[in-house]
């Protein structure tokens, strides 16, 4: 990724940051290249935390890339994610919006 390219390594705290920046502005691809990066290299404690993973889904959501976030959710799930009651209102949401109810 980004950081890692520039041979910064990044920390979790850094990674959360970056990412609630990029989910206030709207800026789905570069969150989900930051939770595949995450899941690639061992920041796995941070990407599974309730917060983050609901950041990650609803920056989609709102976004409009209702796909990205049923996507996401579904690799977040498979690495452990467990969702909440936030998290399904959000993948409701994302399903309603995109018609897939």
Same mark, same amino acid.
């Given at each position: 990724?980004?950081?890692?390219? !520039?041979?910064?390594?990044?920390?979790?705290?850094?990674?959360?940051?970056?990412?609630?920046?990029?989910? !206030?502005?709207?800026?789905?691809?570069?969150?989900?290249?930051?939770?595949?990066?995450? #899941?690639?290299?061992?920041?796995?404690?941070?990407?599974?935390?309730?917060?983050?993973?609901?950041?990650? #889904?609803?920056?989609?959501?709102?976004?409009?890339?209702?796909?990205?976030?049923?996507?996401?959710?579904?690799? #977040? !799930?498979?690495?452990?994610?467990?969702?909440?009651?936030?998290?399904?209102?959000?993948?409701?949401?994302?399903?309603?919006?995109?018609?897939? #109810?």
């Amino acid at each position: 990724g980004y950081m890692r390219e !520039r041979e910064f390594m990044p920390c979790v705290g850094t990674y959360e940051a970056v990412l609630k920046s990029c989910a !206030r502005q709207c800026m789905w691809k570069e969150v989900a290249n930051l939770l595949q990066e995450m #899941l690639e290299h061992s920041h796995r404690d941070c990407v599974l935390s309730k917060h983050v993973g609901n950041t990650c #889904l609803s920056a989609c959501v709102e976004a409009g890339e209702y796909d990205i976030a049923i996507k996401s959710f579904q690799q #977040l !799930r498979d690495n452990g994610f467990e969702a909440d009651a936030q998290t399904y209102s959000i993948i409701i949401r994302a399903c309603e919006k995109g018609r897939y #109810l």
